[in-house]
């Protein structure tokens, strides 16, 4: 396709793509088993954590925000530590990078895995491999950067991911639980900030409406690219 020619030459060639998926794929490995290193020590000398685990309360929260965006309620769930969005995000992105590790070390060294499977199997790491990719790059492209840089309240990044730390007001309208737990835990609540100019309820269902809309343009567009290849 006329695009995809386009993305080619702008790497310089199949090969040079190639290279920088592999530096890519390079990096993403050694994230994961840093992030496992980092658990275990975590957990070795502090103590287990299993506040990223989904509970069947997750589930109801789930229910509960979609009833909200739906306009059906008027007030939205209230989360603890972690979100229900923020645990699927986590959990999807281990699954992520131990499927696409697997299949893509057989990819990327396919003399081994002639040698230990048939060519059948192959083909199906090949799909499950891309189907991944598709998979992934529309959960970040659309929901990860809506959340954490496009949000109304956090534009133009969150500042969570750069230093790990909340702001009261963020910390008291998405994690309200933990808020109040926080706020016994240490002797009361002073200084509370006043309500956030930007929490404003229409525009930021405008914003969400923007990027629903633009999440099933994307949708469609990969449907039509896709179908008519799977169905040949």
Not at 80 to 95: I, N, P, Q, S, W
Not at 141 to 148: A, K
Request: proline share 5%.
């Amino acid at each position: 396709m006329d695009w995809a020619k386009s993305v080619v030459a702008l790497f310089g060639g199949c090969n040079n793509m190639l290279n920088v998926h592999l530096v890519g794929a390079v990096v993403m490995i050694f994230a994961g088993l840093y992030h496992i290193v980092w658990l275990v020590l975590h957990f070795t000398f502090t103590g287990p954590q299993w506040s990223m685990v989904p509970t069947k309360q997750d589930a109801l929260n789930a229910f509960h925000h979609a009833k909200y965006l739906l306009g059906i309620t008027k007030e939205p769930p209230k989360h603890d530590r972690y979100t229900y969005l923020e645990k699927f995000e986590y959990l999807a992105g281990g699954y992520g990078i131990i499927l696409m590790g697997l299949t893509g070390f057989f990819l990327w060294f396919p003399e081994i895995a002639a040698a230990v499977m048939p060519r059948w199997v192959i083909h199906l790491l090949r799909i499950a491999h891309s189907n991944e990719a598709v998979v992934c790059l529309i959960a970040v492209s659309i929901g990860h950067f809506f959340w954490v840089h496009f949000h109304p309240d956090v534009f133009p990044t969150s500042k969570v991911w750069i230093n790990g730390k909340i702001s009261r007001h963020h910390e008291m309208e998405e994690h309200p639980l933990e808020y109040e737990r926080l706020v016994t835990q240490y002797g009361g609540e002073e200084n509370v900030e006043e309500e956030h100019p930007s929490n404003n309820i229409s525009k930021r269902r405008w914003y969400m409406g923007l990027m629903l809309a633009i999440y099933i343009l994307v949708i469609g567009w990969i449907f039509v690219q896709l179908v008519p290849k799977l169905l040949t």
